[in-house]
T-cell receptor, first 113, second 114 residues
Framework: DAKTTQPPSMDCAEGRAANLPCNHSTISGNEYVYWYRQIHSQGPQYIIHGLKNNETNEMASLIITEDRKSSTLILPHATLRDTAVYYCIVRVAHLSGNTPLVFGKGTRLSVIA | NAGVMQNPRHLVRRRGQEARLRCSPMKGHSHVYWYRQLPEEGLKFMVY????????ESGMPKERFSAEFPKEGPSILRIQQVVRGDSAAYFC????????????FGPGTRLTVT
């Protein structure tokens, strides 16, 4: 079962920042927070990941609270193409063994013109 | 550099027939994962394979489902004697190593059982 809790849906106006929250209160010290998104009918796409520091890449920013029990994915200037289901996943990353992604139901983000 | 390829993209089978789903990982990737997505659900892990080896099949139904990743050629997910409950989108992902940061997903195969 997924170890994360996300709101089922959110709306965001085009051009505004989209802030997607995620609770992961049982996260372990060696687990990373990952975000993937799934645009309708496509395969999931990796967005960003982090352990305890805030992270930023060309797609998004990830803010992780100091106690690591929650995080927020920020899309700074949402466009219509960002409409998708966003999945927050906690996962151990190591170089041996299997670490499958455990998907919950995610947040359906609708970007509105 | 081609991404993960899956074929067919859409597959229709009658109850009792066999379904074969193919996945070609990204070039240089030797780790393949299969996930299933039922309608209006999140993706569920099924099986993890390296070349010629099944590493973890804990998410695979015990009967009718099998997977392989031969030394040459694509990974195959095989479903025998399909039932209506097998109707779903099946996604394949690949990575260059175990536990890699990112898994790269294919476009999926949508199986419909009539």
């Amino acid at each position: 079962d997924a170890k994360t809790t996300q709101p089922p849906s959110m709306d965001c106006a085009e051009g505004r920042a989209a802030n997607l929250p995620c609770n992961h209160s049982t996260i372990s010290g060696n687990e990373y927070v990952y975000w993937y998104r799934q645009i309708h009918s496509q395969g999931p796409q990796y967005i960003i990941h982090g352990l305890k520091n805030n992270e930023t890449n060309e797609m998004a920013s990830l803010i992780i609270t100091e106690d690591r029990k929650s995080s927020t994915l920020i899309l700074p200037h949402a466009t219509l193409r960002d409409t998708a289901v966003y999945y927050c996943i906690v996962r151990v990353a190591h170089l041996s063994g299997n670490t499958p992604l455990v998907f919950g139901k995610g947040t359906r983000l609708s970007v509105i013109a | 550099n081609a991404g993960v390829m899956q074929n067919p993209r859409h597959l229709v089978r009658r109850r009792g027939q066999e379904a074969r789903l193919r996945c070609s990982p990204m070039k240089g990737h030797s780790h393949v994962y299969w996930y299933r997505q039922l309608p209006e659900e999140g993706l569920k892990f099924m099986v993890y394979l390296q070349k010629e080896n099944i590493i973890d099949e804990s998410g695979m139904p015990k009967e009718r489902f099998s997977a392989e990743f031969p030394k040459e050629g694509p990974s195959i997910l095989r479903i025998q004697q399909v039932v209506r409950g097998d109707s779903a989108a099946y996604f394949c992902a690949s990575s260059p190593e175990a536990g890699a940061i990112e898994q790269y997903f294919g476009p999926g195969t949508r199986l419909t059982v009539t």
